[in-house]
């Protein structure tokens, strides 16, 4: 097995300073006047003073002055004829230049010196000779014009900050760097990484359950502390990175990815991932490597296409894992039996399409969750968006008023704008939906799972989630994860966490939460991953943990009741 281990744990976030360098402005100096004499060359006054360059602006290594204009050279003085024919002085020899200022130095982290200022101007003209011959006198020879002065000296750049100069490195837009500001909003620096919330530059783009999608598509498995590794998932054909993906499914030993050209392909995270046919490859077994991905079939030689994304699950009960296709079709495969075949055991190892009575494959679907036993997929109908729930129902969980096992998806009422549906538990399931950003809730319900402040063992319908006041809605949700349900912990049934728009987290039911929701005291997430009953923490009672990414770009595995979270980077160095 491949693993790259990720950066180092860090224990708070990164300060980034942003500074901006300006470039001072330059000036020049007027010419140089011409005055000649009435008999002889009046002398020629030279250039005038050469202007410096202008302040270098500041900020992170400031530029220097610009340089300063040359000089003018003086004219020449130009003779007269002189009385009696005498002839007339040579002309004065034009000015010299003055130099160009020269450009002020880079202000550095220390401060910064001045540019040099403009070389004199060059020497006068020479004398013009006098040789007139014979009758009258010669005229005066012009004057030398006098020398240009130097150009001012440029003044110094202002004084850098702490981080390097114009040329040195930059101080925004990197790994761990708070994003750069312009014009198009908060960037970064490369389109490997993402700004996170307007905050940081990372290469983690979200969360799927524990794993990490990077921004130029590539996957790491993130193991649990203490080994903290990062495992990336490869493609079993040509052993480099499997790229380009877009979905992700965790499941119970294996997972899956959803790629750009509509394919899906799995993978075994422990080599009985492929027990009963998970990998969808049209076998079963209980030998293997470990993150190697294949490719998903629907028979022999005939690959899964058209794959928009996958069924959110519940890791610790799902052998099975589902994909919907373009136009809204279900496809499923690994352990079937209530998802295809009403409780009667079936596994498949390629992918068959769920249907509405045996026959008709179900079209419409844009959204589906599954625990192993039963399932809930939104479709969208006519006029309206529906849930729709089938398999195992002992608790009340298809919402459908009893506890009678379906077959096929049958319709829940008493949802107006589902968005996302979720079961979850260890055989005590409940199901919760994203109604618009409101959250609705329904099945089994001993501790709280239901998150409506009481603990009545079953509610059979749609139940709107409240706060602790048992009728304020619980609100402005975008998000929400299931999971915490422990083998180890018979009694434990589970957990659900809501992510709301403040990027703060809301949790509720299990044997450790409340039923009602509680803040889970980690704030600024932007993805939330899955909730394990990690049974590390079993002897404090504090065995549910959660796992986020945060704004800073780490990720947290946080264990539940003021346990100190432990916080990594995700790797964003080459993976091969």
């Not at 006054?45 to 000089?71: H, L």
């Not at 990690?534 to 946080?558: E, I, M, P």
């Amino acid at each position: 097995m491949m693993s790259a281990r990720g950066g180092s744990r860090v224990q708070g976030l990164v300060s980034v300073v942003l500074a901006a360098a300006f470039v001072g402005g330059c000036s020049s100096s007027p010419p140089g006047r011409p005055d000649g004499g009435s008999t002889g060359g009046n002398e020629a006054t030279g250039g005038t003073t050469a202007t410096g360059g202008a302040t270098g602006g500041a900020g992170s290594g400031g530029k220097g002055g610009a340089t300063g204009s040359a000089g003018s050279g003086g004219s020449a003085g130009s003779g007269v004829l002189g009385s009696g024919g005498s002839s007339a002085g040579g002309n004065g020899g034009a000015a010299g230049a003055g130099a160009a200022g020269s450009t002020g130095a880079v202000g550095g982290a220390a401060g910064s010196k001045t540019g040099a200022g403009g070389a004199a101007g060059g020497g006068g003209g020479s004398a013009g000779a006098a040789t007139g011959s014979g009758g009258g006198p010669t005229g005066s020879a012009g004057a030398s014009g006098s020398a240009g002065t130097s150009g001012s000296a440029g003044a110094g750049g202002m004084s850098g900050g702490s981080g390097a100069g114009a040329t040195g490195g930059t101080t925004c837009g990197d790994v761990a760097q708070a994003c750069c500001v312009g014009d198009g909003g908060e960037t970064c620096n490369d389109n490997s990484l993402v700004c996170l919330a307007g905050a940081s530059c990372s290469c983690a783009k979200t969360l799927f359950g524990r794993y990490v999608l990077r921004v130029d598509g590539a996957l790491l498995y993130e193991n649990d502390p203490s080994s903290e590794a990062q495992t990336p998932v490869l493609n079993a054909n040509t052993g480099l990175l499997l790229a380009n993906i877009t979905d992700v499914l965790e499941g119970a030993a294996f997972g899956c990815a959803a790629l750009s050209d509509g394919s899906v392909w799995c993978w075994r995270t422990a080599t009985n991932g492929n027990g009963s046919g998970q990998l969808g490859g049209g076998t079963t077994d209980t030998s293997g490597a470990v993150f190697r991905a294949t490719q998903v079939l629907t028979a022999i030689n005939q690959p899964l296409s058209g794959v928009t994304s996958l069924a959110y699950v519940e890791t610790i009960n799902a052998a099975a894992a589902c994909a919907i296709t373009d136009g809204g079709g279900l496809y499923c495969w690994g352990t079937t039996s209530y998802l295809l075949n009403g409780g009667t055991a079936q596994t498949s190892p390629y992918a068959v399409p769920i249907t509405s009575d045996g026959v008709t494959p179900v079209t419409g679907v844009v959204q589906v969750g599954i625990d192993g036993y039963d399932a809930c997929a939104i479709i969208q109908g006519a006029s309206s968006k529906d849930v729709w729930c089938w398999g195992i129902n002992g608790n009340g969980q298809l919402g459908t008023g009893d506890t009678t096992l379906r077959r096929y998806p049958t319709k829940v009422v008493g949802i107006s704008n589902p968005i996302k549906v979720v079961p979850f538990g260890y055989n005590v399931t409940t199901t919760c939906v994203l109604d618009g950003s409101n959250v609705r809730c329904w099945g089994a319900n001993a501790n709280g799972q239901v998150g409506s402040g009481t603990t009545t063992p079953t509610i059979l319908a749609p139940t709107i989630v409240t706060l602790s006041d048992g009728t304020t809605p619980l609100g402005n949700i975008v998000d929400m994860k299931a999971g915490g349900a422990n083998t180890v912990y018979s009694g434990e049934s589970g957990a659900i966490c809501a992510l709301a728009n403040n990027r703060t987290i809301q949790c509720w039911g299990s044997s450790t939460l409340q039923s009602h929701p509680t803040t889970f005291g980690i704030s600024n997430v932007v993805a939330l991953g899955n909730l394990d009953g990690d049974s590390t923490y079993q002897g404090t009672g504090n065995y549910l943990t959660v796992r986020v990414l945060t704004s800073d770009g780490l990720y947290h595995f946080a264990p539940q009741g003021g346990t100190t979270p432990v916080v990594w980077r995700p790797n964003c160095g080459l993976l091969q």
